[in-house]
């Protein structure tokens, strides 16, 4: 797939050390907020046990293919997500690249000020978030004010700077890491994802130590097939699993481009998944066993059950409650970090190769804007004390944008992918390519999962959601907030999106010149 100009071109773009330094950047990747924020959210949301079957599907039938195509696209071509599908499939692929990247940017926003948030949230647990009683400055959801309330304290955190400069820190932090690519983000991956293996079994223990510990195992594990035949489980667990796994925004191909073209996709795709997903069952085991030893209802926001459900637990803890509750938002914020990388360095990666730019000035061509977003989604209170109900601008701008991005963007890129390669490319030369270098082989089942099963799938469920969003009572997404005179945000805020993603787009592909020809 490729030819002697791109292996020239390539030489200096970065090359990972060894397979275990890819294995942790790639599973570092994977593992983030959506293990830990988003799945136990999800899961409690779509009923537990019920969510199971969507799961596994969107897992086995879904995510691993996705991934051994995301992966194989890096290493066929040497190029990252855009550049590898102008070279396979010519511009209609890499314009649908571009767009891909620019919702990436987007989610990498608001991904880093969630993290600013935790990173906030861990130096309030080393002080008296935890033990004592929080008095808010104002009480969005009326909750308790008598004993130690995360959420009051949180709510009255975000009312002020503090946040923003906590999202400036994960920034700085984020970039100096991908400073030197593959080999400062392979030195950071070999410290921190191995300790977040470590907390996660730390809080596992805790939480099955606990009197009462296991009924929350047995809400997570005990089947129920509810959920079947309702369309938001299945949306709900898609966009979860591509998240999860970090597919769908052109990560997983700019990491497998700095491999060697002969490594065994297949194999790497298995065992970044299972590490994943099992990271995942693990965070859920110990949440949901907190959630039913003391009781807690996770209702609310995606980022309730994280940031004001699970500190309540463990302020609830008999010992150790300032401990826990740090190590709880450090690996979040580890684990967080490790995903934001990847994401960075998925639109660095893109940029580098088009523009045949340094990485220094990849890096602060994402740097600028990417700071702009993150600190409007952290403005504080202050900015709209007229907002009521949800609280305060920034968050409501970060729960619409996700809604949009979130819901849409990566499951179209995926159902976008598996049409451009399954069709146009082919997906027999996919297939070929990936058992190539492979011991497990794929038989001819793989070309109709790309080509027609995994589109179909994806498609209805785009097709479900955008039915659902435009016929449903009261408007677009978030008009239901109070918003005073920021009512135009739910109609603004997904057109930003999808207008700002099909500019960059354009321009980026047809606007400037591409140094290689397409090989395919
Ligand atoms: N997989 C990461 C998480 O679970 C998020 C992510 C998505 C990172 C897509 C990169 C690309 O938090």
New binding site residues.
């Given amino acids: 797939m490729s030819n002697g100009s791109s292996q020239v071109a390539s030489a200096d773009r970065g090359a990972w050390k060894s397979k275990l330094g890819f294995i942790l950047a790639a599973s570092g990747?994977?593992?983030?907020?959506?293990?830990i924020v988003f799945f136990a959210s999800n899961a409690y949301q779509y009923g537990g046990g019920a969510f199971y079957l969507p799961y596994f599907v969107a897992l086995f039938v879904i995510g691993i293919p996705v991934m051994i195509m995301e992966f194989s696209l890096g290493t066929m071509t040497g190029q990252s997500f855009p550049m590898a599908l102008n070279r396979l499939v010519g511009k209609k692929g890499e314009v649908m690249g571009w767009f891909t990247m620019a919702s990436a940017l987007f989610i990498t926003m608001y991904y880093i000020t969630i993290l600013g948030w935790a990173l906030s949230m861990m130096f309030g647990a080393m002080g008296g978030l935890l033990t004592d009683p929080a008095v808010a400055p104002f009480t969005p959801f009326e909750t308790p004010s008598g004993g130690p309330s995360a959420t009051a304290y949180f709510f009255g955190l975000i009312a002020t700077w503090k946040p923003m400069l906590a999202v400036v820190t994960i920034w700085v932090l984020t970039v100096l890491i991908l400073w030197r690519g593959t080999s400062t983000i392979e030195a950071a991956v070999r410290v921190f994802v191995p300790l977040m293996w470590v907390f996660m079994i730390v809080l596992i223990v805790r939480g099955l130590t606990l009197d009462g510990g296991t009924d929350g195992v047995l809400y997570l594990f005990t089947p129920n097939l509810d959920g079947v035949s309702d369309i938001n489980v299945w949306q709900g667990a898609f966009a979860q699993m591509f998240?999860?796994?970090?597919l769908g925004?052109g990560?997983m191909t700019a990491y497998a481009s700095y491999l060697p073209k002969d490594a065994d996709q297949i194999n790497n795709s298995l065992l970044v998944s299972f590490l994943n997903c099992g990271f995942e069952y693990i965070a859920g085991v110990a949440i949901f066993a907190m959630l039913f030893v003391f009781a807690l209802n996770p209702a609310g926001s995606t980022l309730s059950l994280s940031f004001f459900v699970i500190p309540q637990g463990i302020a609830a803890f008999p010992v150790g409650v300032k401990l826990f509750g740090t190590l709880f938002f450090f690996l979040v914020v580890i684990a967080?970090l490790t995903?934001a990388v990847?994401?960075v360095e998925g639109f660095a990666a893109s940029i580098i190769d088009k523009l045949q730019i340094s990485r220094t000035t990849a890096l602060t061509m994402v740097l600028v804007p990417g700071i702009v977003g993150s600190l409007a989604f952290a403005l504080p209170q202050i900015i709209d004390p007229g907002l009521s109900g949800n609280g305060t601008l920034g968050l409501t701008l970060l729960d619409i944008l996700d809604h949009w991005a979130f819901r849409y963007a990566l499951i179209f890129s995926g159902f976008m992918q598996c049409i451009l390669i399954g069709w146009v490319f082919g997906a027999d030369r996919l297939r070929q390519a990936a058992n190539k270098y492979s011991k497990f082989h794929l038989g001819p089942w793989f070309n109709w999962l790309i080509k027609l099963v995994i589109p179909i799938m994806l498609g209805y469920v785009l097709v479900g959601t955008l039915i659902e969003d435009l016929t449903q009572d009261g408007g677009l997404y978030g008009s239901l907030y109070d918003l005073n005179a920021f009512e135009w945000l739910p109609t603004v805020i997904p057109l930003v999106w999808f207008v700002g993603s099909i500019a960059l787009a354009v321009y980026l592909t047809f606007g400037r010149p591409t140094e290689q020809a397409p090989v395919a």
């Fill in positions: 990747s994977a593992i983030g907020l959506g293990n998240f999860s796994l970090s925004l990560t967080g995903s990847s994401l």
